[in-house]
Structures are given as C-alpha cells and as structure tokens.
C-alpha cells in the first residue's frame, strides 16, 4: 500500500454509529438509487448528451439532428430511442416528419450542474 494510500485510511476503526443511523434515515431506498444509477448511464454517452444538448435551443426533426451531429439517421434515430425510454426525450409528429424536445427542464438543470462541476477548477 501507498503512503497516500495509508494516510487516507482511519486508524483507530471506530464506527460513530450516531452518523450512520441519521445518514441511514435519510438514504433513499435501493430501487431509486438504482433507476438514478440507470438515469446516469443514459447521460453517459456523448451523442446522447449531444442530442440533449441541441434540444435545449429548439425542437428539432431526426433530420435536422442528423445533419447536425454528422451521423447516420439509424445511429440518431437509436440514441433517441434510449433517451424517449428514459423519458428525457418526447416527440411530436408532423406529417411524415417527426420533431423532438426535451421532456421537461429537469434535464436542463441535470445537464448544466454536470457542466458546472466540470468546469470548476
């Protein structure tokens, strides 16, 4: 073990049962933590979080995704379909064409406080 290793370590093992129990309380229950853990996945792909993020200005077509992103339309076409399961995504259609938003400004918010946290330095 390192000598970084050592010193991030406890040394004298004891629990403080107090914070445990108050962190405990308020811990939400294992299946949100895991549908959070699967939200986190979906935004762990950069052409999804570049769809989401052309989304934030405008309601845009596959189409108009497409050409913007520079990919095929069954690429864009399959990320979108993760994001709508996800329901960060909704959609519209217009006669033979087919526009996209984002669901609501939750995702907005979960986009830029990621983009805050990286950008600190």
């Known amino acids: 073990m390192s000598e970084e ?3 991030l370590r406890c040394e004298n093992n004891i629990v403080h049962a107090d ?3 108050k962190v405990e309380e308020i811990m939400p ?3 949100e933590l895991s549908d959070l853990s699967d939200l986190f996945k979906i935004f762990g792909d950069s052409t999804r979080i570049k769809i989401i993020c052309a989304l934030f200005n405008s309601e845009m077509c596959v189409c108009d995704i497409t050409c913007l992103l520079n990919m095929k339309q069954s ?3 399959h990320q979108l379909k993760i994001l709508r399961q996800a329901k960060l995504v909704k959609y519209r259609r217009e006669g033979k064409s087919v ?3 984002l669901d609501d400004e939750h995702i907005k918010g ?4 990621g983009l ?3 950008r600190e330095k």
């Open 19 to 21: 914070v445990i129990k």
């Open 5 to 7: 290793e050592n010193t």
């Open 110 to 113: 979960i986009f830029n406080m």
């Open 29 to 31: 229950e294992d299946e």
């Open 99 to 101: 526009y996209y938003s």
């Open 116 to 118: 805050m946290h990286i």
């Open 75 to 77: 690429a864009i076409s």
